[in-house]
């Protein structure tokens, strides 16, 4: 018994020392590397670096449950990073471990993928890379405990427009692809940004899309798969009538969509809340693993 207190005695004071760590850090890079280490440190398979095209940024990371390959037919989680799209700091994959170390606790496999960044490329090379991953996913993720018929799409800020674009346009990806994409969830993603406000912007998105063609409100029909929007009050990044354009778009077409909004909640603290420090009884994380998992049920 002693021990057991001594260990619990032990972790929360690790924990409480990695708050004070991340809190003094300046950087969003120096955050995630704390958070990194810790969620490395926890009980998950990794499996790194592989292979969706022939470019060296089309690659992908799989997280899973130690137990997948046994159990199984697991639902899968596909997730974007964001960072203005390469346009501001944009960390890659390796950076989000903690995302899905917090995913694999609750029976998820994760595919984490990068994706060639501007002003290398723009759209619709960007779109064309989150497409592949997903399409990846799909034909491959059995062999790593996950379910292809029972995928998620989710990401952060530039991410969650990744996602929403695939979840939202049908024609994205194959037929029987989006077909098994069970649903959407968006975390503080822009949906519906025009005007352009940012200088980079109309080159990033310029022909041969047009300004409409890069917005994912722009292809709500009824036909997409179920959604959830989670947001922070706090959020001086994203505005919020992203959030809330795409939500009464969805309502309007009879979608089946759910927003949260978190007051005090920042940009960066709404992707921060799958972190070790503070994803306990974190209400972010508990709102997207009640998603995946009511519709998984049904």
């Not at 950087?27 to 926890?42: D, G, R």
């Not at 306990?280 to 049920?297: G, W």
């Amino acid at each position: 018994m002693r021990r057991q207190h001594l260990g619990k005695f032990l972790l929360a004071l690790t924990a409480a020392l990695l708050l004070v760590m991340i809190g003094i850090a300046t950087s969003t890079q120096a955050k995630l590397f704390i958070v990194n280490q810790m969620a490395l440190a926890q009980d998950m398979q990794r499996y790194t670096a592989i292979a969706y095209g022939s470019e060296a940024e089309q690659r992908l990371d799989i997280y899973t449950p130690l137990n997948s390959l046994s159990a199984g037919n697991l639902p899968v989680v596909v997730f974007f990073y964001g960072g203005c799209w390469g346009a501001c700091e944009t960390l890659p994959k390796a950076n989000y471990a903690f995302v899905a170390q917090t995913l694999t606790l609750h029976g998820i496999v994760v595919v984490i993928a990068d994706y060639r960044l501007f002003p290398k490329v723009r759209f619709p090379s960007i779109i064309d890379d989150a497409r592949n991953a997903v399409e990846w996913t799909h034909q491959h993720i059995d062999q790593y405990g996950g379910n292809p018929k029972q995928i998620f799409l989710m990401g952060h800020s530039a991410g969650a427009h990744l996602a929403a674009m695939l979840a939202m346009n049908q024609a994205y990806l194959s037929t029987e692809t989006y077909a098994d994409v069970s649903g959407f969830i968006g975390l503080a993603g822009p949906y519906n940004f025009l005007p352009f406000d940012e200088a980079y912007m109309p080159e990033l998105f310029g022909p041969p899309l047009t300004e409409r063609e890069s917005q994912p409100i722009t292809y709500v029909d009824g036909s997409e798969p179920p959604s959830l929007l989670l947001y922070g009050a706090a959020d001086t990044r994203v505005k919020p009538v992203n959030i809330e354009g795409l939500y009464k778009r969805l309502e309007a077409a009879n979608s089946v969509v759910n927003k949260r909004i978190y007051q005090g909640v920042g940009h960066a603290d709404i992707i921060a809340s799958f972190s070790i420090p503070l994803r306990r009884e974190n209400p972010v994380v508990l709102d997207a693993i009640q998603f995946i998992k009511s519709i998984q049920t049904k």
